[in-house]
């Protein structure tokens, strides 16, 4: 069988063992060595042009259906979980704790449970919206399971490793959150980022107040492609009386989009994250679809029409 292997960066020094298990079963395997962001962004064009007929992705859980031959190997991370016990101290004041993960670690959900059930706490596990598969499971585009229980629980708890993925649960919870990275051995609160980024969006707005000019960016990558919003969005905008077009890429190039002087703000429709995480990456507004029908209603209110 031809096959395309598709690795997330962190498991890319592992690709040429994989293969090469794959090669000696008969396979002919080829690597694909494209950046890749998540189960959202499967190499199939690719997987395509060489005459695959199986793209193997690692690292992921499968993110929604594709009409093509996608087989999904999770990789598991045994997390260090004695770090448990020092983060009793920073709960003592909570009651009723809902806990959260990557899909690194969704299996070892059950063991950080009983842990803090055994030491008197009760513990909530959340469902995600969809994209997640899995109870607990948060993805950057898929906080469901922490926003789900924002109201049964005193406080939530991220175990993993890294802030990527908690941020986005934080910027949709109101409780305290934790998070508690087992491989960094570091135990702490998140909340300020509310704050933080509650500044950076009125900032964004703001800025786009008087933008007559906008771009909406819109992914070709299977699970962050929506040219459907993108032109709902282009639509209300010239019912505004305002200028837009749909810009299409692959990867969002920020320097690229830099060069496109003509356009005074930006709206994101591929991953949400984008307008979150990479809006300090232009000197101009990156808008969420929501954050542009917060600046068109100000400037009407504004204007008084």
């Known amino acids: 069988m031809k096959i395309l292997l598709q690795f997330p960066e962190g498991l890319k020094p592992k690709a040429l063992e994989y293969a090469k ?3 000696n079963e008969g396979n002919t395997v080829f690597i694909s060595s494209s950046p890749t962001y998540g189960a959202c962004d499967l190499a199939i ?4 042009a060489i005459g695959a007929e199986k793209l193997v992705h690692y690292g992921h859980a499968e993110f929604h259906h594709v009409d093509f031959n996608v087989e999904y190997v999770f990789y598991t991370v045994d997390a260090p979980t004695e770090i448990l016990e020092r ?4 709960i003592k004041d909570f009651n009723t704790i809902g806990i959260v993960t990557t899909i690194q670690h969704v299996h070892q ?4 449970k009983r842990f803090y059930e055994s030491r008197g706490k009760t513990v909530v596990i959340g469902r ?3 994209f997640a598969k899995h109870q607990g499971q948060i993805l950057g585009c898929d906080i ?4 789900n229980i924002d109201r049964k629980v ?10 990527f993925h908690p941020l986005g649960a934080v910027l949709h919870t109101t409780k305290p959150f934790l998070a508690i990275e087992p491989f960094t051995n570091t135990i702490e609160f998140m909340d300020h ?3 933080k980024y509650r500044k950076r969006k009125m900032g964004k707005i703001a800025a786009a107040l008087d933008a007559k000019k906008f771009g909406i960016l819109v992914s070709t990558k299977n699970g962050q492609h929506n040219l459907n919003l993108a032109k709902l969005i282009k639509d209300r905008i010239e019912r505004n009386g305002l200028s837009a077009a749909i810009l299409i890429s692959n990867n969002i190039d920020f320097q690229s989009i830099e060069n496109m002087m003509e356009f005074d703000a930006f709206i994101n429709t591929a991953c949400p994250r984008i307008a979150v995480d990479d809006t300090e990456r232009l000197k101009r507004p990156l808008l969420s679809a929501n954050e542009l029908m917060e600046v068109l209603n100000l400037r009407k209110e504004h204007s008084g029409k």
């Open 193 to 195: 980022y509310r704050e």
């Open 45 to 48: 064009d690719e997987a395509k």
């Open 144 to 147: 469901g399971s922490a926003a």
């Open 21 to 23: 298990k794959l090669e």
């Open 128 to 130: 995600p919206y969809g």
């Open 109 to 112: 959900l059950d063991e950080v």
């Open 87 to 90: 983060s009793m101290e920073q």
């Open 154 to 163: 005193d406080a939530h708890i991220y175990f993993g490793g890294g802030i």
